[in-house]
Nanobody, 126 residues
Framework: QVQLVESGGGSVQAGGSLKLSCAAP????????MSWFRQAPGKEREGVAA???????WYAESVKGRFTISQDNAKNTHYLQMNSLKPEDTAMYYC????????????????????WGQGTQVTVSS
């Protein structure tokens, strides 16, 4: 069983920055897709960004140019650097893992992910 442990959420004013971390100790896969999703109250969960083992990245249009997903393979940890935050970025953020799979065109589909973190709240005030 793989556990994903998130950290780094909080409250900031619009224009500020936060960095989320997702640690997944104890696994080693030659292929994977690690992603961040978010869910605001009353809205569906949406894919924010994804990264595969080679470092290729994918982003939702709403965060391109503001968010950056990265990883430290030695630490089995991936990150989401969020800059120029907007009130509409307010949501619970979840990391997700598709171990043994690829990101490609379906990275934003929540059903392809087997493992999920507990979520970390991000609140952006205007």
């Amino acid at each position: 069983q793989v556990q994903l442990v998130e950290s780094g959420g909080g409250s900031v004013q619009a224009g500020g920055s936060l960095k989320l971390s997702c640690a997944a100790p104890g696994y080693s896969y030659s292929r994977y897709c690690m992603s961040w999703f978010r869910q605001a109250p009353g809205k569906e969960r949406e894919g924010v960004a994804a990264i595969d083992r080679s470092g290729r990245t994918w982003y939702a249009e709403s965060v391109k140019g503001r968010f950056t997903i990265s990883q430290d393979n030695a630490k089995n940890t991936h990150y989401l650097q969020m800059n120029s935050l907007k009130p509409e970025d307010t949501a619970m953020y979840y990391c997700a893992a598709n171990l043994g799979g690829d990101c490609n065109a379906v990275w934003w589909v929540s059903q392809v992910y087997t493992y999920w973190g507990q979520g970390t709240q991000v609140t952006v005030s205007s």
